[in-house]
């Protein structure tokens, strides 16, 4: 077995210090908060019923049917199209926040962070070469885009197995952040570093 694989499938088990960092590096996307925690909007889930799970829900709900109003009154509106789809991506509604944002982005496609957001969506969506490729565009736009070069990397190792490509984007982080630090506050370098060390 090489050695990546055995850091992929044997951190569960083993107390090895260097495998926890890699448990604090992963916690942040397997707990769904990766990218929203570079985003000062909240979350608050809208229950399977369609009721507010709180007054803030609450808001978000008439705050989305304001601007479906909106965009559909005035389908060109940029800003409402991404707001929409940042309100579903908060509210974990993947579908209609993949929609919005691609309208968004038929309008106007030369928004690194709404192509990343759109990476993350199609991954919660069960296609992580989609977002993958999507972060990639985004770094197109924007080579040092901080938040796709994490996402990708994140996406790539625990979704698609390429460890290397994930140290690579890491890598390509820190140059251009060296104190990036992932959602739960560890220093992405010594998480770097230990898992080099180790591959």
Avoid: C
Avoid at 108 to 117: E, H, K, L, N, S
Avoid at 159 to 176: P, R
């Amino acid at each position: 077995m090489s050695s990546d694989k055995k850091v992929l499938k044997g951190f569960v088990k083993t107390e090895n210090v260097i495998l926890l960092l890699f448990v604090a590096l992963a916690i942040g996307f397997v707990g769904g908060v990766v990218f929203s925690v570079y985003r000062s909007v909240g979350t608050m889930p809208i229950t399977a019923d369609g009721t507010a799970a709180s007054p803030a829900a609450a808001q978000q709900r008439a705050m989305i049917a304001s601007l479906v109003q909106q965009t559909e009154s005035d389908p060109g509106d940029v800003a409402a199209w991404t707001q929409l789809g940042h309100l579903y991506f908060d509210t974990g509604q993947t579908a209609q926040a993949i929609e919005a944002y691609e309208q968004s982005l038929k309008l106007d496609g030369q928004r690194p962070d709404v192509w990343t957001d759109l990476g993350v969506m199609y991954r919660r969506d069960g296609d992580p070469q989609k977002a993958v490729d999507l972060f990639e565009h985004a770094l197109t736009l924007d080579p040092n885009h901080q938040v796709a070069l994490y996402n990708r990397g994140i996406v790539l190792m625990h979704d698609l197995n390429d460890l290397e490509g994930a140290l690579a984007s890491w890598e390509k982080l820190l140059i251009v952040n060296p104190d990036a630090r992932t959602p739960s506050g560890d220093p992405l370098e010594n998480i770097v570093h230990q898992m080099r060390r180790n591959n």
